[in-house]
T-cell receptor, first 116, second 114 residues
């Protein structure tokens, strides 16, 4: 079945570092990918919609300059957390789906980001 | 803005008991998905319901989509410790600028004690 690969699975770094997270669709082309943030024991919060070949659409309250999204190909979207601070520590998850009404989304396994 | 109200938020039961999780909205969704998520992993799709009134069964899990496609329920029969996890409902819109965007409920943390 369709698989979404997310890398890295865990990152621990110092405050001020920029961190890049990759999301790949392994056996299908994903015109649209989504990036979520999740706090412990809570639901997923949509951060942005990543569209291949165009600018990402950010949800209200999400800083575009803090969370840079690039969707350069039909199989890869990246999320870069720039100048990360402890409050950016969270679980980040991407999802992808191809074209077609009611196609299910497939989620990556998430990235645990810890900023010291 | 579409909202999905999921309840209960927490559920702690004994092995063998039955339970139901609800997702309700004032908005119509073209489809609704149910996911299960374990700590440190991404959500895993359990089922997608698309037709109003639809009922789908997955072993001990029964999913129902409301006639008006505004609500859904997940019923688990004879819960087992392996059912423990975070259950999420999510609705999808068919078109417009929100195409493919999922609206998630708040999630239900289920704990089944042996």
């Amino acid at each position: 079945g369709a698989v979404v690969s997310q890398h890295p699975s865990r990152v621990i770094c110092k405050s001020g570092t920029s961190v890049k997270i990759e999301c790949r669709s392994l056996d299908f082309q994903a015109t649209t990918m989504f990036w979520y943030r999740q706090f412990p024991k809570q639901s997923l919060m949509l951060m942005a919609t990543s569209n291949e070949g165009s600018k990402a659409t950010y949800e209200q309250g999400v800083e575009k300059d803090k969370f840079l999204i690039n969707h350069a190909s039909l199989t890869l979207s990246t999320l870069t957390v720039t100048s990360a601070h402890p409050e950016d520590s969270s679980f980040y998850i991407c999802s992808a789906f191809g074209d077609g009404l009611d196609q299910p989304q497939h989620f990556g396994d998430g990235t645990r980001l810890s900023i010291l | 803005t579409q909202l999905l109200e999921q309840s209960p938020q927490f559920l702690s039961i004994q092995e063998g008991e039955n339970l139901t999780v609800y997702c309700n909205s004032s908005s119509v969704f073209s489809s609704l998905q149910w996911y299960r998520q374990e700590p440190g992993e991404g959500p895993v799709l359990l089922v997608t319901v698309v037709t109003g009134g639809e009922v789908k069964k997955l072993k001990r899990l029964t999913f129902q989509f409301g006639d008006a496609r505004k609500d859904s329920s997940l019923h688990i029969t004879a819960a087992q410790p392996g059912d423990t996890g975070l259950y999420l409902c999510a609705g999808t819109n068919a078109g417009g600028t929100s195409y493919g965007k999922l609206t998630f409920g708040q999630g239900t943390i289920l704990t089944v004690h042996p």
